[in-house]
Nanobody, 115 residues
């Protein structure tokens, strides 16, 4: 079964940028869409960005215009470029399929935006 490992998080100042990486242990090309989720303590997990196997994307209003999701099918990897970061972006970030294609969750990567 495909395993997912997120990396690239860290501490960044407001207005800064980070690039997150989601590495899959197997092929994810057959999955219709992969997404990035985030969850802050006490909050629900939120789907914030989606990319299909053909490269079509969609974003939650909270990150639209600031975040960009992309994928490298040859390397079974999904990325999230985060720009203009805000304190409210602070959360643990996860990657996974969407809807019926959700796999087991990885450990996520912590993103903290603070001055």
């Amino acid at each position: 079964q495909v395993q997912l490992v997120e990396s690239g998080g860290g501490l960044v100042q407001p207005g800064g940028s980070l690039r997150l990486t989601c590495a899959a242990s197997g092929s994810i090309f057959s999955i219709y869409a992969m997404g990035w989720y985030r969850q802050a303590p006490g909050n629900q997990r939120e789907l914030i960005a989606v990319i299909t196997s053909n490269g079509f994307t969609n974003y939650a209003d909270s990150v639209k215009g600031r975040f960009t999701i992309s994928r490298d099918n040859a390397k079974n990897t999904v990325f999230l470029q985060m720009n203009s970061l805000k304190p409210e972006d602070t959360a643990v970030y996860y990657c996974n399929g969407i809807n019926q294609d959700i796999l087991s969750w990885g450990q996520g990567t912590q993103v903290t935006v603070s001055s």
